[in-house]
């Protein structure tokens, strides 16, 4: 392998652990490294447990000596966003609200990547409960983006792309509600798959907006990114909106790109808004793809102007549900000022809770009103309907579409933390998707000017995977953004 062993893809670790040039005691000792050197300029981690996470990799290099090895995945150390449970592992949603907490179970994704022998490190940080877009409303600060510190690495998994693109983890886990495994991803310059919804477990997964969530996957490669969806995905029980779809062998399939026949171009994403360089960068892949015997063809998502609004909405309304079991009772953090029990529920969550979860409560109280329920709630499920609608039609026609995943390159810390109608904009061309139910991923396709990554998102019929991330592998293979690696 050629340059830092941090830097070392998935695949490539695979086989010099398999051929006993690298222990997963070395790679693991490796990225601790890396991280305790650059993560104080990043703080892309809330927590890690160092001698826990150097456990499993001894583990990991015994069962392997011994013929036992589990999976492709098995001695790779991963970082968890600090909203999926790991047993015994803090658990804080970069919440103030939880400090303190400890999960006693894991969620279905973290107990599928235990059996298949991933070495689980670190917690990594994320904007509070999942709502930003930037990394700034973390309790533990902001993160920084590793192609340039100045600047925001995206979010909501802000840490979980900057840890992997900066060599602090090989993979990592994120979840996705309108953009927030995506726009980190091509802010961070890695791949990043938001899979369908219903492909993936959300059991041990906090819930910000259950109709909408899904756990996502980051990686450096294409490959990679295939081999721990395929770890994790999968039909459980202990998750009713969990579907029984059938698994394909993703690895396999990555070759399998001239089964995607034709890719459509939403014309909605290509208007004003979007910056010249992420435009040219876009046009110049779908140009490869054209030539690579694709059929490009221009399609039509009339609805998803409304996805934003549709989705603040939605999302607000799940969310003000889903958070009110945060009020110092049952677990985290209490209030020391409460005098009786419900100064406990309204000081702890006065004082538990950040600006902008607190605006979100707000917003979907409000919308769930008995005075507001119809004319907002019940219109946005209406209009969501219909996005859905444009996407499936859509869908009858083409196999994939190609979007940009952002309007600009990432942004600077505090460029729009004061204004947050400019920072909702930031997912405008990832949200629908959500909101369809499909499947999308962020892949790199080139840089700006001043140095900063350009991803482009590729969206997939619902538990079409395969397809998506064989279209990506193609676009990976003949161009060199995976070698590229921030100076950091
Ligand atoms: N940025 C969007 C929001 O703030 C999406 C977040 C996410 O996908 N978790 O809600």
């Not at 447990?49 to 011994?66: H, Y």
């Not at 993703?250 to 992420?278: M, Q, T, W």
Request: hydrophobic share 40%; net charge negative; with cysteine.
């Amino acid at each position: 392998m050629d340059g830092e062993i941090f830097y070392g893809s998935a695949a490539e670790l695979e086989r010099l652990l398999d051929s006993g040039e690298l222990t997963s005691q070395e790679l693991t000792e490796a990225v601790i490294a890396r991280t305790k050197l650059v993560d104080k300029k990043l703080n892309a981690f809330i927590h890690f447990d160092e001698e826990k996470t150097m456990r499993e990799a001894i583990a990991s290099d015994r069962r392997r000596k011994s013929g036992r090895k589990m999976s492709a995945l098995d001695g790779i150390p991963i970082g968890i966003k600090d909203l999926i449970a790991e047993r015994g592992q803090p658990m804080t949603c970069g919440s103030k609200i939880l400090s303190g907490y400890v999960s006693p179970y894991d969620a279905t994704v973290v107990e599928r990547m235990r059996e298949s022998g991933c070495v689980l490190w670190g917690r990594l940080n994320m904007d509070e409960f999942a709502m930003g877009s930037s990394n700034e409303n973390s309790h533990f600060g902001n993160v920084a983006n590793p192609w340039d510190i100045s600047r925001v690495p995206g979010g909501s998994s802000g840490g979980s792309a900057a840890a992997v693109a900066a060599g602090e983890a090989i993979l990592a886990l994120g979840s996705d509600t309108g953009g927030s495994v995506r726009q980190p991803a091509a802010f961070c310059g890695i791949v990043g798959l938001k899979p369908s919804y219903g492909a993936v477990s959300r059991y041990g997964l906090v819930a910000f907006a259950s109709s909408l969530d899904q756990v996502g996957q980051f990686g450096r490669t294409v490959a990679d990114v295939a081999s721990l969806f395929q770890i994790i995905s999968g039909h459980d029980e202990r998750d009713s909106s969990s579907y029984p779809f059938e698994k394909r062998d993703y690895g396999a399939e990555l070759s399998n790109h001239s089964r995607v026949k034709r890719i459509g171009i939403p014309k909605e994403c290509f208007g004003d808004g979007l910056d010249e360089e992420i435009r040219r960068a876009i046009e110049a892949a779908i140009d490869f793809y054209g030539s690579g015997g694709h059929e490009i063809v221009e399609v039509s998502l009339p609805t998803i102007e409304y996805a934003i609004p549709v989705y603040y909405v939605i999302a607000t309304a799940e969310a003000s549900a889903n958070l009110a079991r945060f009020d110092g009772i049952r677990y985290g953090y209490r209030s020391a000022a409460a005098q009786n029990a419900i100064d406990i529920y309204f000081k702890t969550r006065g004082e538990g809770f950040g600006a902008e979860v607190k605006r979100r409560i707000m917003l979907g109280t409000y919308v769930l009103s008995s005075e507001n329920f119809e004319s907002c709630y019940l219109r946005a499920q209406k209009v969501r309907t219909m996005i859905r609608g444009d996407f499936m039609r859509v869908f009858t026609d083409v196999d994939a579409m190609i979007t940009p995943v952002t309007p600009s390159a990432a942004f600077k810390i505090g460029e729009k933390i004061a204004d947050p109608m400019r920072m909702y904009l930031s997912d405008i061309y990832t949200i629908s998707v959500n909101l369809a139910g499909a499947c999308g991923l962020s892949l790199p396709c080139g840089f700006s000017k001043t140095g900063l990554p350009i991803g482009m998102q590729i969206i997939g019929r619902p538990f079409h995977e395969h397809e998506i991330l064989a279209l990506a592998n193609e676009f990976e293979l003949a161009h060199d953004f995976r070698g590229m690696h921030p100076d950091i």
